[in-house]
Nanobody, 126 residues
Framework: QVQLVESGGALVETGGSLRLSCAAS????????VGWFRQAPGEVREFVAA????????YYGNFLKDRFTISGDYAKNTVYLEMNSLKPEDTALYYC???????????????????WGQGTQVTVSL
């Protein structure tokens, strides 16, 4: 059974940093693209970052301006999202997802992904 579990979300002050983790069971993340998305209340799910299989390439949402970094530790079967210079507008539920069936969709689209975690909450205070 495939399972993705996010962790690392917390309440932080503006300018702070967090590292989110996406740990997988039932599949090897090194074989698949993994994406991070976020969703604030009343908003659509927004692309944050993605990493291709084996960590060959990374992609980021246009709003990030180099504040976030996605990486994989495949020995731990985990993908991370390092977030720096956090702003109140970064407040959201953050999800990771895995693309196990390649449909030719862009990794910035949530429809590219087959498995999703339950999310971890990030709240950035003023």
């Amino acid at each position: 059974q495939v399972q993705l579990v996010e962790s690392g979300g917390a309440l932080v002050e503006t300018g702070g940093s967090l590292r989110l983790s996406c740990a997988a069971s039932g599949l090897m993340l090194s074989r698949y693209a993994v994406g991070w998305f976020r969703q604030a209340p009343g908003e659509v799910r927004e692309f944050v970052a993605a990493i291709t299989r084996n960590g060959d390439k990374t992609y980021y949402g246009n709003f990030l301006k180099d504040r976030f970094t996605i990486s994989g530790d495949y020995a731990k079967n985990t993908v991370y999202l390092e977030m720096n210079s956090l702003k109140p507008e970064d407040t959201a539920l953050y999800y990771c997802a895995a693309e196990t069936i390649v449909r030719g969709r862009q990794l910035s689209s949530p429809y590219a992904y087959d498995y999703w975690g339950q999310g971890t909450q990030v709240t950035v205070s003023l």
